[in-house]
Structures are given as C-alpha cells and as structure tokens.
C-alpha cells in the first residue's frame, strides 16, 4: 500500500516558530531591517541554514536562529511569520499545531513582551483565517517560553498566564541545556502549578537523565521536550540481534508508566547529536526502541528550515527506517493529539478526525 503521507492528519506539539521561517521571508525582511546574510538567494540560504545546522553539535545548531531572531523583532515581521507558519503547517496536513517561542528574544526594536505575544497572535489569526478562505481548518495555539540561561523565567511564566485567554496554551523553557537545570526557575514552575497552567519543558536532549527528573520534579512538566535521553536509562540486552531482556531505570520507569508524552524529533535530534550514544544513523535512533517499549511517543520536527524538513517528511523517515504501517502513524497522531494542550472538546475532535481517515486510508 502507498501511503499518502501528506494528506494524512497530523499533530505538531514541538515546532519552533524562528526554526520554521521561509527562507524567501528572511531575505525580503533582511533587507527591511537592514540585517546582513550568508546570502541573499533564498535557496543557497535554506541550503547555509541546512548545513550549519548539521553539525552533531547542539550549541553550534542554536547558532543559525541568530539570522531567524534578526528578522523578529517588528509587529509586522512577527505577525508575517506567524502567519505563513500556519499556512505552511497546513499544507503539510497538520490539523492542530503549538507554536513554540521565546518572547523576550523579540525586543530589540522597542517591542513589549506583550506586544510580541499579541502580534504573533495576530499573525496566528490571519493564517487561521486564510486557511478557512480556502475551505480549510486549523487550530493553533502559543507556547510561551523562557530562555533556561536567562534570569526571566517567573517574567515569562507571567506573560503566558496573562495571555490564557489570547491564544497562548502553555508555557516551556529552552536554550542551552548542560548545566542549566528547570530547578532555576523553579520560583516560575511554581507560580505556573498556583496557576494551574501546562508545562512542557525542553529536556533530555542537550543533556541526560538529572536534566529529565528535574523537568518532571521541579518543572512540573507534563510532557518532555525531546526526551529521547530517557533511553540512557535503559538497559536493553540483545542476543544475534533481538532484544531479549529490557530494565527500565527510575527516571525511565517512571515515564514510562506514567505514560509521560515524548516530544521526539528525529532528525533534529540526529543533527544536534542528542542521539550520539547511540549513533548517527535513523536506523540508530532510539526512537524504535522507545516505541516497542509502549513509552508514549509523539513525532515532532523541531525546526523545519533547520533540518529542512516537515512532519510529512519525519513520518516518511521513520517508516523507511522501522517499516511502520498506518497503524503506527495512526498511533503517533494520537499520542500527540491526546497530549496537547488544548481544551478536551478539542481533543476528542482532533482524535475523531484523525481516527477516520486513517481507516479511510486503510481502505475500511
């Protein structure tokens, strides 16, 4: 059976909104704001974003957000690419997405955080409703997150609680990871439980397991940004090739029966070398692993101008390499609509949909 990966609806929990911009908007807001570039051709410059980013390594990756960032710091530029955000998750078949980004990286023009939140929600809305003029739907919502190395966090934590109401549905920290642990702001993680506000925190990729209990002990987290270091938490012990005895570690286990939702992103986590105890290969991924594991995995892109990608092109990978069937896509789907953040109306709408068409495409 030929899978029409594309048509397929999907849900997008990890998606950076200065990782998924078009390379010809950076060009043509480069030149507004008077920001130099590698290159001025929009497909040597997807091409520049590509390559930096392959590195293996994870600091030199957050480098190339230096060009996206650049060109986020207006109203208009802001709202621009939030707008073709939407319109590009949609015609990827996403049918629920969370725009994840770091408000305070969007002040050098004399923004207030609250600006930013609102112009990107502006731009959210006008994408939502082009989507609409053209016979479709999406729904989106803002991840609001901090910058784990910066002093803001209870700030933030602040900014995304007072705009509940304004489209943003959760709050998250990034950045650097090694050596700046959630328990920094903790003061934040604090505040947002008072508040009764979801949190998904950025863990288990730049560094290992302390880094994922702290996430869930003082984050609070309810779901795991990448999370595929959970697998140094496993020992798998294989004979000619077959797994033939697993034991769960207590971060590992603990995850696991609590079926806390994993925000993988493959080929991100190949580039930014989250998965090098493993390999470098997608066939190495510890991915395949989780998933027979029964850990409750979601497929994720991370940045799509980075790794030049898409969730059509990440669930294509992932089938070539572990030979998944519908079934399994089916299950990816609905982990991930099942740990959004949207309200449970929602949810069950999301669940609905994705369940019948995929039995469509099984033919039944």
Known sequence: MTIDFRSLPKVSLHDHLDGGLRPQTIVELSAEVGHTLPTTDAAELGKWFRDAADSGSLERYLETFDHTIAVMQTREGLARVAREFVLDLHADGVIYGELRWAPEQHLRAGLTLDETVEAVQQGIEEGIDLVAQDGGDIMIGQLVTAMRHADRGLEIAELAVRHRNNGVVGFDIAGAEKGFLPVRHKIAFDYLADQ?????????????????????????????????????????????????????????????????????????????????????TMAQHPFGLLYDLGFNVTVNTDNRLMSETSLTRELELLTETFGYTLDDLEVFQVNAARASFADIVSRELMEARIEEAFAKARGE
């Open 196 to 280: 009764l506000f979801p949190v998904t925190v950025h863990a288990g990729e730049g560094d290992g397991i302390e880094s994922i209990k702290d996430a869930l002990v003082n984050g609070r987290a309810l779901r795991l940004g990448h999370g595929v270091r959970i697998a140094e938490d496993i020992i798998a012990t294989e004979e000619n090739g077959e797994l033939i005895a697993v034991e769960l570690g207590e971060v590992a286990n603990w995850v696991h029966e609590r079926q806390i939702p994993l925000e993988l992103s493959p080929s991100s986590n190949l580039q930014t070398g989250a998965i090098e105890a493993w390999g470098k």
